[in-house]
Nanobody
Framework: QVQLQESGPGLVKPSQTLSLNCTVS??????????WSWIRQPPGKGLEWMGA???????YYNPTLKSRTSISRDTSKNQFTLQLSSVTPEDTAVYYC????????????????WGQGTQVTVSS
């Protein structure tokens, strides 16, 4: 059973960089052919795919967020990380990490395992 767990600060100030970790258990980040994604859901809105890191280590980003987003991994910890720079209150959302067999999905059914999600609020 694969489990994902997000961790990070719940409150970030505007203009700062948001950093979240996703720790994976029961599966390896390097297992072919999985993609490990970050997805967020702002209040009252749908899911927004932010980016993914593949089993190979390649990364893929939502073009609308690409200039502010970086995803990396630490295979020794089986953990992958999201960094979102220059945050504004519009980045307030529940942030999820999830596993899928392709990248870019915006529906719950595009992923077979999800973290429980973590609320991030951007406010001064």
């Amino acid at each position: 059973q694969v489990q994902l767990q997000e961790s990070g600060p719940g409150l970030v100030k505007p203009s700062q960089t948001l950093s979240l970790n996703c720790t994976v258990s029961g599966g390896s980040l390097r297992t072919s052919y999985y993609y490990w994604s970050w997805i967020r859901q702002p209040p009252g809105k749908g899911l927004e795919w932010m980016g993914a890191i593949a089993y190979s280590g390649n990364t893929y980003y939502n073009p609308t967020l690409k200039s502010r987003t970086s995803i990396s991994r630490d295979t020794s910890k089986n953990q992958f990380t999201l960094q979102l720079s220059s945050v504004t209150p519009e980045d307030t959302a529940v942030y999820y990490c999830a596993r899928g067999t392709y990248w870019g999905g915006t529906d719950y059914s595009d992923y077979d395992y999800w973290g429980q999600g973590t609320q991030v609020t951007v406010s001064s």
